[in-house]
């Protein structure tokens, strides 16, 4: 069964660091292009980045460009989002997400909350 | 800046068939595959239907979906109770170099 596992939210204030993972597990990792994706408290979802299977291609969000990096390690079956320089409006669940065919998302993590707050 | 445009609310009765609608342009939904997701509350999203018009196992065939143009819409026939959820169509777009999410409907089943 394939399945995503998140962790690393939680409350920081305005100008903090974060990390998230996803560990992922059920299927063989390192083909597969990942993505995170946001969705702030009562809105509706927004794309965050993108990485590769081999972590050589990389984009992001005009929104979080030079402040947040996105990261995989395949020998642990692992996808690491690192939030920089945080600001309030980056509050919200964030997921990570399979990426097929560089189509479809079709297997999304549990969601973890993230509150940036003074 | 790109964008994909949906109604934000859709309703229909039990048993009724209702569709949602997404506009994009030429670079989103004009040249690529659109999917939809289905985000039941308090759930994390989960794929509806993939490259326009295919159903992920699991998924029943009161659901489809249709691609022309620009345009892409989502159909739900023989609604029931359990359909109530935000529905939201994407598209990787070029001008954006990711994912493009429409804003979201919201179906309730009256």
């Known amino acids: 069964e394939v399945q995503l596992v998140q962790s690393g939210g939680g409350l920081v204030r305005p100008g903090g660091s974060l990390r998230l993972s996803c560990v992922a597990s059920?299927?063989?990792?390192?083909?597969?292009?990942m993505n995170w994706v946001r969705q702030p408290p009562g809105k509706g979802l927004e794309w965050v980045s993108y990485?590769?299977?081999?972590?050589?291609?990389?984009y992001y969000a005009d929104s979080v460009k030079g402040r947040f990096i996105i990261s995989r390690d395949n020998a642990k079956n692992s996808l690491f989002l690192q939030m920089n320089s945080l600001r309030a409006e980056d509050t919200a669940v964030y997921y990570c997400?399979?990426?097929?065919?560089?189509?479809?998302?079709?297997?999304w993590g549990q969601g973890t909350l993230v509150t940036v707050s003074s | 800046q790109s964008v994909l445009t949906q109604p934000t609310s859709a309703s229909g009765t039990p048993g009724q068939r209702v569709s949602i609608s997404c506009s994009g342009s030429?670079?989103?939904?004009?040249?690529?595959?659109v999917n939809w997701y289905q985000q039941l509350p308090g759930t994390a999203p989960k794929l509806l239907m993939y490259?326009?018009?295919q159903r992920p196992s699991g998924v029943p065939d009161r659901f489809s979906g249709f691609k022309s143009g620009t345009s892409a819409s989502l159909a739900i026939s023989g609604l029931r109770s359990e359909d109530e959820a935000d529905y939201y169509c994407?598209?990787?777009?070029?001008?954006?170099?990711?994912?493009?999410f429409g804003g979201g409907t919201k179906l309730t089943v009256l």
């Open positions: 997400a399979r990426f097929v065919s560089g189509v479809e998302l079709d297997y």
């Open positions: 059920g299927f063989t990792f390192s083909p597969y292009e």
């Open positions: 990485i590769s299977g081999g972590g050589h291609t990389i």
């Open positions: 030429s670079s989103s939904i004009g040249s690529k595959y």
């Open positions: 490259k326009n018009n």
């Open positions: 994407a598209a990787w777009d070029d001008s954006l170099s990711g994912v493009l």
